[in-house]
């Protein structure tokens, strides 16, 4: 699972809908087209070609494209959405719809929020009115197995005082030191290079931070939203997190979750919201080079050449992709991209035939279980013809380098009695199925030191640009992060061209959205 990860406390406040300041003016007309006058001052209509289909990819094309800008976007799957997905599946309980990993964002990513409303998505993926995640610890002795993580209506600090003051999982001592380390955390600035070159793990450790508390609190956030320990994960990106996410505003990380099918927001919606904007949408349509010509650039596919030249091109994909269709010195040390790591996920599937969670999710210690979801609507069991009380369970596994290579059965063997020992009702229930989906390459590897391998969104190539969540965005590989670089890619497009726009992307460290003419 990849939570998504916030900006700081003096963003500007969101409108009733929940989109950043200047979001609402790209989304009530996404079809405007700029005036005559803009046109006739411009250069009449520009055209780009934005290659990948992802998320970031989908944000370039709709931010263009209601910009008055002529886009056609290529992906070479057959689908949209990137590596947030879903796909159906016939299994014994029903067919499912299945997601190929748990994604969730949180209140104060205002750039996904964006996303989900231009594609009409937003009531499909609704926030926790108040953060709250139980904590359940399969090691602990009865009565002090749940805790939770909760947040009051105090302002920040004191909005989670209470559920630190009361968390079972630590000691006294111990969340007295988390409460310490908070606060210094909330006075590091995220974008400070210094920060990058330095672990997670070891801050904590020069603040006084037990093992159980790297364990019970600080990885227990920090894996599933940065995909890697404390020790793997540059101070610099766990700041953003922590900081942003947790001590920018009382309700900046509530959580919120699609309780539809991904395919049905980032691919279907998505696809629909890109005719309207008059997109033209190619998919099964693999790129393999890009070259540029008297200013202008040509894709070649494995269909052949485009048939007419663009103005612009965004390339949407994975950074080795990327490097492959880079031209020569559109980027200085191309190389670099190849030195950007990757991360898995693996997800495992459980149908049981009857209710055993009665919560929408928990996270889990003292297993190797990390989160887990009930996906038993969303998938669409609970209608499904011979689903009975059947419930399935979505369990969420980042940073699965030990796991992620493992055979179905070694992970049934070693996953299923561990479920049963975080939860009772599991113990006697039938596995009516049980499945996995792996992602490999998930996300970049946030290691110490990655800040600087991670390019922005201009190349040295006129009318080239690079988006997707690996890109310097300052955020994690996050659904957040990938919105807000084709955000970012787009913005510096129109700004090269000098066609009039507003992007609705507040700065990393806060500020106002960016208006170009």
């Not at 500007?12 to 007309?29: M, Q, S």
């Not at 009115?129 to 805790?147: E, F, K």
């Not at 006075?187 to 801050?203: I, S, T, V």
Request: charged share 20%.
């Amino acid at each position: 699972m990849t939570a998504r990860t916030a900006h700081s406390a003096d963003r500007p406040e969101p409108d009733p809908a929940g989109r950043p300041e200047g979001a609402a003016a790209l989304v009530r007309d996404p079809r405007a087209q700029v005036s005559e006058h803009d046109r006739e001052h411009t250069g009449g209509a520009r055209t780009a070609l934005v290659i990948g289909g992802g998320i970031a990819g989908t944000t370039a094309a709709l931010a263009l494209a209601d910009a008055g800008v002529r886009v056609t976007l290529l992906e070479g799957r057959p689908r949209l959405g990137g590596l947030a997905f879903s796909f159906r599946r016939p299994s014994p309980a029903g067919e499912l719809s299945v997601d190929n990993g748990q994604h969730v964002y949180l209140r104060c990513c205002t750039a996904y929020q964006w996303f989900l409303d231009r594609v009409g998505a937003t009531g499909l993926a609704p926030l926790q009115g108040r953060l709250d995640v139980p904590v359940v610890d399969a090691a602990a002795r009865p009565g002090r197995r749940l805790g939770r993580l909760r947040r009051t209506a105090l302002p920040v600090p004191l909005h989670l005082a209470a559920s630190l003051a009361t968390y079972p999982h630590l000691s006294l001592a111990e969340r007295a030191r988390v409460g310490r380390a908070a606060l210094a955390l909330g006075r590091l600035d995220p974008l400070d290079p210094a920060l990058d070159a330095e672990d997670f793990a070891g801050w904590l450790r020069r603040h006084g931070q037990s093992p159980r508390a790297v364990e019970a609190l600080w990885d227990l956030v920090g894996v599933a939203t940065l995909n890697a320990t404390a020790r793997d994960a540059s101070l610099g990106l766990a700041a953003m997190v922590f900081k942003t996410g947790l001590l920018s505003e009382a309700g900046a990380a509530d959580i919120g979750w699609a309780r539809a099918p991904l395919g049905e927001l980032h691919d279907t919606l998505a696809r629909a919201a890109l005719d309207a904007a008059g997109v033209a949408t190619e998919l099964r349509t693999r790129v393999t080079a890009v070259t540029a010509a008297e200013g202008r650039w040509t894709a070649h596919t494995d269909r052949g050449p485009l048939h007419e030249p663009v103005d612009t091109v965004v390339l949407a994909v994975p950074q080795r992709d990327a490097h492959a269709l880079l031209p020569d010195g559109a980027l200085d040390d191309p190389d670099r991209l190849l030195r950007i790591g990757t991360a898995p996920i693996l997800n495992l599937h459980v149908v049981y035939d009857r209710t055993v969670l009665r919560r929408p999710f928990f996270a889990a210690l003292g297993s190797p279980v990390q989160w887990v979801f009930d996906r038993t609507d969303a998938s669409g069991l609970r209608d499904a013809p011979g689903a009975g009380d059947s419930q399935y369970l979505a369990v969420s596994q980042s940073a699965a380098r030990d796991d992620i290579d493992r055979p179905v059965a070694e992970l049934r063997a070693r996953y299923l009695p561990e479920l049963e020992r975080l939860l009772p009702g599991a113990r006697g229930a039938r596995v009516r199925d049980f499945f996995v989906t792996r992602e490999r390459t998930a996300t970049f590897a946030p290691v110490p030191g990655v800040g600087r391998l991670r390019p922005g969104a201009p190349t040295n190539a006129p009318g080239l640009y690079l988006a997707g969540a690996w890109t310097a965005t300052g955020w994690p590989a996050t659904m957040e992060g990938a919105v807000r670089s084709g955000l970012t890619a787009a913005r510096a497009a129109l700004s090269e061209t000098g066609r009039p726009h507003v992007i609705p992307l507040p700065a990393v460290g806060g500020g106002t959205p960016k208006e170009a003419a």
